[in-house]
């Protein structure tokens, strides 16, 4: 269940990819926004998961004020 999460510039992601369900979220902290992009095999209450593990790490990236174009999400046990 991969996903992706990259900085949106000018309209466009600044990396495209191949996954075909795709979610605009904005950082908690400030306007940057970044699309979240998940494979088509997962379900809803991944997608969930995906979302709240997608968010903290916005708000990571925000202090070194969005640097880089994609933002790795990781999986942990923890995150159930």
Not at 2 to 13: D, F, M, R, S, W
Not at 33 to 57: G, Q
Request: aromatic share 10%.
């Amino acid at each position: 269940m991969p996903a992706n999460l990259t900085k949106i510039e000018n309209g466009e992601p600044v990396v495209s990819d191949a996954f075909k369900n795709q979610q605009t979220l904005k950082c908690p902290r400030c306007e940057r926004t970044y699309l979240l992009a998940y494979s088509d095999s997962n379900e809803w209450h991944w997608v969930k998961e995906w979302l709240k593990i997608a968010k903290a790490a916005m708000r990571k990236e925000h202090d070194s004020k969005h640097a880089t174009p994609t933002i790795p999400l990781e999986w942990h046990l923890r995150n159930f």
